[in-house]
Nanobody
Framework: QVTLVESGGGSVQPGGSLRVSCAVS????????LGWFRQAPGKDREGVAA???????????YYSPSVKGRFTISQDNAGKMVYLQMNSLKPEDSAMYYC??????????????????WGQGTQVAVSS
């Protein structure tokens, strides 16, 4: 049973930084495809970034245009921890952030319907 637990959200001023984490447990495959999504009140869930890990090595990373250059997805401990470093935060980045795992590599990584395991989310608020 795969379990994902997010942490690290909080409040920050515009231009600030936060790092959210996703602890992955129960994963027995050597491949892990994990995405970060966010959802603000009244808006659709949006894919932010994703990472493909094979045998503990990062093979590929993916970003939405809205965060590319500001956010960085990374992993540690052979995929047991996946991070989303968020820099130059803007008020429009405020949302609940979720990590999600997929059973295989996803060419359409930003489609939330393709992920079958989700964490409970961590809140990020960007305001002055």
């Amino acid at each position: 049973q795969v379990t994902l637990v997010e942490s690290g959200g909080g409040s920050v001023q515009p231009g600030g930084s936060l790092r959210v984490s996703c602890a992955v447990s129960g994963y027995t495959s050597s491949n892990l495809f994990l995405g970060w999504f966010r959802q603000a009140p009244g808006k659709d869930r949006e894919g932010v970034a994703a990472i493909y890990i094979r045998s503990g090595v990062t093979i590929a990373t993916y970003y939405s245009p809205s965060v590319k250059g500001r956010f960085t997805i990374s992993q540690d401990n052979a995929g047991k921890m996946v991070y989303l470093q968020m820099n130059s935060l803007k008020p429009e980045d405020s949302a609940m952030y979720y990590c999600a795992a997929a059973p295989h590599v996803l060419p359409d990584w930003s489609s939330s319907a393709r992920y079958n395991v989700w964490g409970q989310g961590t809140q990020v608020a960007v305001s002055s």
